[in-house]
C-alpha cells in the first residue's frame, strides 16, 4: 500500500486488502481509507458511476456516527454538507470545529505563516499530519514557518485551504501513526478529502458573514456541475472565489502613545494593527474525473488555486528603532553620511532622565543638519508600520489507471503538485539605501516554490486459506517521489547592502530581507520506497494486520518503517482494538537550505535574526549539523461500544518522536564574529544580530484520549443526533539540547495548547428545516506573548495564562423541494473572547493572539443555494 488508499470493492476474486477491510472490519490504518477513497477514486472496472456511499453506510450522511464502529483503529468521518454547514470558510477553521484533536489559531503577524496557517494534530507539528486527496499524497506548501510560537517552528506542512469545501464528499482524519503505509509525515496522522463525483447535477450559492465588531466581512461565491464523459464516466467540477476583510483588535502601544504626546506627528491610531490579514481574490478549482472500459478504469482530477494575502506587521518606533531611527537605545538619533564631505552632528532623542524631548526641538535640529547628513526622521517623522503578505499559487495533477489481471488488483498512478509563494512587503525602507528608496516604498523580496512528482504501482489480491475465517489479503507496491525546493532571490532593493550600511543603517527590506542570490536556487532530492500490506481474519472475532515499509533517500540514506494492528470483537456490541507503529519524518529539503532575514520582538526591542541552513559558514560557527530524520514509535489501544442508535468509542494513545527538527534558539553574533563574517564573503552578516538554524535536537512524548459518541432519536418529532467528541492531549519533552533551544522553548512545546478540547452537538432533521447547536470546550493554554523567550513575568517574560472556555455555534436551515437551500448561523453565538491582554501595551494586541479559540468574537452568517 502506498499513498493510495481507494481499491477495488467489487471484484469477485482479487479484492483489495483496503476496501475489503471496509467491508470486513477496517482492520488496520492503512486499511481506513479505502472509507476515504474507495469511492472516489478506485472503483471497479465498468462502475466508474457508482454512488460514493457504498462502501460504509456511514459516509456523506450528518446523521450517522461519524467514527468507523468496525475500525481496528480510530477515524473520524465528515460529511461534505457537515463540513461546510458552518460559519468558518477556511479548511483549516473547519477542522477545527470538527476535530477536537486538531487546532490551529489566527495568525496576525508571523511573516510567512500569514499566508499557509500552521495547523496541529494530536500536539504535532503540521509536517507530522499527511494530507491526501482521494488517497493521494498531497504536496506539502513552500511556506516554511519561522514563527511557529515553540510548537511549529520550523515547520513545512501541506495547504489545506486550496480546496473548496464543495468539492468534498467527506473528510476523513485518521487519528493514528501511518507511516508504514503512506512514507514520511505521517506520525501523528492522516487527514484525506475525498472529492464528489457526479455525472449530472449541480450546485451554487453565495455565502456571506461579518463579526460582530463589524469587520472582517466575508463574500465567498461556490458552483458545481456534474457531467457524463461519456456513456460510461463523470467529470465533477467545482469552482469557489472568496474575499475576506481583514480585522483589529487593537489598542495603541506605550511607545506610539509616547511619540504622540511628545508631538511626533503622523503616528498611527493604532500604530500597528493585530487582527486576520486581508484575503483578496481566493479562486479555488477542482476537477475529478472518470471512465470505464471493461478492463479498465482511467482517473483523473487535480486542483488550481490562488490567493493574494495583505496583513500587519510590527510597528518601527521613530525615537528608538535599532538600524533606521537610533541605534543606542533611543538615546540619540541615528544620522547618515551621505557623502562623506564632513562629520554629522549628533542629535538627542532624550533628556538625561530618559524623557522624550519634544518633537519640536529634534525636527528643528534635523533641519539644521548640513545637506550631506541624513535621518529617516526627515521623511518619516511618525515611524512606519510595514505591511506584509504576497500571492500563493498552487496546482495538482494525478492521473491513474487500475483493474483487474487475473486474481490482482492493479492501480498505477503518477501526480504531480506545486505551491507557490512571492512575498511582498510595503510601507517600509531599506534603510541601508538612504533616501534612495523604490516608489511606494514597497519590495519584492522573492518567493519560494515547492514542487513534487510521484509514481505509484499497487497490486492487490486475496488469498484462500485453510486457517483463516476470510481469505488472507494481500497487498503490494513500490513508489517513486521526487520533491524540490525553490528559492526565488528579491528584488534589488529588497536585497540591496547600500552605501550606509557601514554607518548602522539596516540593510535590506525590513521587517523581511529579500533573498540574496547567493542563497536562492533550487534544492531537490528523490526517494524510492517498497511495501507490503497482510491482513488476516484469523476467526470472526479476531482480526490482525501489518504492514512493512522500506525507503531509501538519496540525501540520508534508508529506514524500515513497520505497523501491527488488531481487532477483537468481545460480542456484538463490544470490541476491543490496538496498534503499534514506528514511523518518521525526512527532512525537507527547503528545512536543509532556507536563509531568510525577520523581524522579531526581541523581549524589550524589535530585532533581526537570520534564519539559516544547517550548512551556512554563520549557523555551523553556532554549532549547527547536518539534518537526520525524525523517528517515532506510536502505540493505541481502544474499544468500540455499539448498540442499537448508541455508538461510543474510547482511544487512548502515546505517541514517542526522537530527534524532533524545529528551529534553535538565537544566537547572538558577537561584533568580532559579524566582522570576520563579511570578511570572508558573508556581506548579509553585516546586519545581523542573532541567528538560528534548523536541527535535530529534542525528544517528546505525546499521550492522550479520544472519546467519541454518537445517538440517534426521534425526538422533537424528527431526527435529532446528539453526539459528544473531546480529546485529552499531553507533550512532554524527555529530552533536549541545552545549547539549542531553552526552557522558555520546552514550556511552550508542553503548555501552549489546550490539554482538553471537545465538543457536544445536536443536529436536527424535520423535513425541509434543520437546526445545529454546538457547545465548543476548551481547557486553560498557555501563551508566550510575542515570543519573549522568559517564562516569569518577573524575569522580564511576557506570559499569558489563559482560562478554559465555551463557545456556542448554532444554525437553522431550510431545504426546499425546488432545490433552493437557506443557512443562517452564528459561530460563537455569544461572542466569547479571551481576557484583555495584561501586556497590551507593549505592542497593542487587545488580546492573546494565540488563543486556540480566536480573539475576533462572535461572527453571523447566511448560506443561499440552489441544487440542480
Known sequence: MNDSIGKCVHAPKAISPLASAVHVALAT?????SSVATAQDSTPPGTADAATLETVSVLGSRTKPRTVSSSAVPIDIISGEEFRNQGATDALDQLRV??????????????????????????LPPDNTLLLVNGKRFH???????????????????????????????????????????????????????????????????????????????????????????????????????????TSRSVQRDDAAAASAAGYPGVGQPAQTWGSPQVNNDLKVVANLGLSTDSVDLYLFGNYAKRKVDGGFYYRDPTARSGVYSNDGGDTLLVGNLSGAGACPGIALRDGGGNLLPYSSVSAAVAALPSNCFTFLSTLPGGFTPRFGGSLEDASVVAGAKGLWGDWYWDVSGSWGRNDIDFVIYNTVNASLGPAQPQGLSFRPGG??????????????????????QPLRLALGAEWREESFTISPGDGPSTAIGPLTEQGFALGSNGFNGFSTRTAGTFDRRNWAAYADLEAQLTERLLLAGALRYEDYDSFGSTTTGKFTARFDVNEAFALRGAYNTGFRAPTPGQANISQISTVFGGTALEDIATLPPTNAIAQLKGARPLTPEESRNVSLG??????????????????????IALSTSFVVTPEERAALVAGGNPEAASISQVTYFGNAFDTTTTGADLVTSYKSNHFGGVTTYAVAANWNRTEVDRYDTDFIDAARVYKLEKSLPRTKGYFSIHHQRQVFHANLRLNYYSSWYEDHLDSGVISAADGGLPIYGGSAMLVDAEVGWALASGMYINLGAQNLF??????????GVAGAEYPVHSPYGFNGGFYYARVGWKF
Open 639 to 660: 474499544a468500540v461500544w455499539t448498540r442499537g442508535d448508541w455508538l461510543v468509542t474510547l482511544d487512548g494513545y502515546q505517541i514517542k518522536v526522537k530527534d524532533r
Open 29 to 33: 490504518t492503512l486499511l481506513f481509507s
Open 831 to 840: 461572542d466569547r473572547v479571551p481576557s484583555k491582554n495584561p501586556w497590551s
Open 140 to 246: 506539502r506548501a513552500a511556506v516554511i514557518t519561522f514563527l511557529g510560537h515553540g510548537l511549529s517552528d520550523g515547520a513545512q506542512g501541506p495547504d489545506l485551504s486550496v480546496f473548496p469545501s464543495l468539492a468534498l464528499e467527506q473528510v476523513d482524519v485518521l487519528r493514528d501513526g501511518a507511516a508504514a503505509q503512506y512514507g514520511s509525515d505521517a506520525i501523528a496522522g492522516v487527514i484525506n478529502f475525498g472529492l464528489k463525483k457526479l455525472r449530472e447535477g449541480g450546485s451554487a450559492e453565495v455565502f456571506t458573514g461579518k463579526y460582530y465588531q463589524g469587520d472582517g466581512l466575508t463574500t465567498q461565491y461556490s458552483a458545481q456541475i456534474g457531467l457524463p464523459l461519456t456513456a460510461r464516466g463523470f467529470a465533477t467540477l467545482t469552482a469557489e472565489w472568496r474575499k475576506a476583510d481583514d
Open 98 to 123: 470538527l476535530v477536537p484533536s486538531f487546532n490551529v489559531s489566527t495568525i496576525p503577524i508571523d511573516d510567512a505563516a500569514s499566508l499557509v496557517r500552521p495547523a496541529n494534530l494530536r500536539g
Open 448 to 469: 519560494n516554490t515547492q514542487t513534487e512528482k510521484n509514481l505509484n504501482v499497487d497490486v492487490s489480491r486475496d488469498i484462500a486459506t485453510t486457517f483463516t475465517a
